[in-house]
C-alpha cells in the first residue's frame, strides 16, 4: 500500500512524488491564473500516481507509463 500526501500549490513537492509527475505538476502551476489557497493531493490507484489540485486538475501516470495532464472528469486516461 502506498499513501498519498498533500501539499500547496508552488510549493516543492513532498519526495514521495514520483518524478514522472513533477514537469506536469510545474506546467499545470505555470499555466493557472491563481494558485493562492489551492492544494495539491497524491493518491495511488492500482499502483499508479495521481496528483490533483483542489480545481480539479489531474495530472496521473497513463497506462502507457507517461505522464498525462486533464480534469478530474476525464475518463479515457
Not at 505555470?30 to 495511488?44: E, F, I, M, Q, V
Amino acid at each position: 500500500m502506498q499513501l498519498g500526501t498533500r501539499w500547496a500549490f508552488g510549493a516543492q513537492p513532498p519526495a514521495s512524488v514520483p518524478s514522472t509527475l513533477r514537469g506536469r505538476i510545474a506546467d499545470a502551476e505555470a499555466s493557472a491564473a491563481d494558485g493562492a489557497g489551492r492544494h495539491w493531493t497524491l493518491t495511488w490507484l492500482e499502483g499508479r500516481p495521481i496528483a490533483e489540485l483542489d480545481d480539479g486538475t489531474v495530472v496521473r501516470d497513463s497506462p502507457a507509463g507517461h505522464a498525462a495532464e486533464g480534469d478530474a472528469a476525464d475518463e479515457d486516461w
